[in-house]
C-alpha cells in the first residue's frame, strides 16, 4: 500500500515528523509533502496540513483524532467521541491508521462525494484528488427553481443551496446506502454548524468552502468561536435531510 501524496518541488520540500512543520510552525497552513498520507476528506486533511493531527497523516491515533477535532474545529468533546471512534469502528481498526485508510471505500468514504469523482469499480481506496468542476458548481454557481444560475464571490452557501447539491450528486453517482447517507448530510451539517451562525437564514462564505475543500486550509484568520456539539449536528442533518426530501419529491431541477 502507498500513500496518496501531494509533493512540492524539490527546493520547498522538507520532512513531517510531528504536528510542527519545520517551515510553518506549529498550526501554520503548509501543503502535504513528498511521504505524506491524504485522505478524501477535506476536514482530516485539513487537520494534517494545520499541524493538529501529525502532519505527515501517518500513525494517527483514535486520542490523535478526538484532540485534533475539538483543537482545530472547535467540536464537543462528545461529538468528536463519537466522530473517531465510530470512524475507526467502520475502518474495522484498533491500530493507528494513516489518513490514507480512510478513503477505504464504503467504511466511511462514500459515493455521491460533493466533490470527488465515486470510487472506481477496480479499487479499494477512493480518489484523494477533488474535482474541480465540482467545487465550481458548489460555490460558485446559485441554482434558482428556474434552473438558472449567478454567480457571486461574496455569497453564502446555505441550508437549501446544499441540500440541491447533495440531491445533485445523489441522482448523478453510484447509489448511496442509509448509513452513508447519513454520514454525508453529517458531515456537512457540522460545516454549516462551524461556518453558519443561523442555518435559516445564513449560511457558509463560498471562499471559505473553495479553500477548504480545494487546498484544504482552514479559513483565513478563522478560529472557533463557539461549540459545535452533537445535538446541534443532528438538529442541522435533520433539517438538510427534510429539504432534501422537499427537491426529491419536487420537480424544479437540481442542476
Known sequence: MSSSTTTSSTSDSHIHSGRRCPVSGEHEYCPPQEGDSRSPCPALNAMANHGYIP????????????KGLRGCYGLSLPLAIVLAF????????????????????NAIEHNA????EDCAKDQKY??????????????????SDDGSTTSDESALLDIKELAKFRVRREREC?????????????????VLGMWGEKISDHGVPKAWLRDWLHEERLPKDWKP???????????IS?????????FKSSSAPTQ
Open 55 to 66: 502532519r505527515d497523516g501517518l500513525k494517527i491515533t483514535v486520542i490523535d483524532l478526538v
Open 86 to 105: 465510530g470512524g475507526f469502528f467502520l475502518l474495522k481498526r484498533v491500530k493507528p491508521v494513516s489518513l490514507y485508510h480512510i478513503g477505504k471505500h
Open 113 to 116: 462525494s460533493l466533490v470527488h
Open 126 to 143: 477512493a480518489s484523494v484528488k477533488v474535482v474541480p468542476q465540482l467545487i465550481e458548481a458548489l460555490t460558485h454557481e446559485e441554482c
Open 174 to 190: 453510484l447509489p448511496v446506502d442509509g448509513i452513508h447517507a447519513e454520514i454525508a448530510r453529517g458531515e456537512m451539517a457540522i
Open 225 to 235: 468561536c463557539r461549540k459545535q456539539g452533537l445535538l446541534d449536528t443532528m438538529h
Open 238 to 246: 435533520k433539517e438538510l435531510k427534510s429539504h432534501m426530501e422537499q
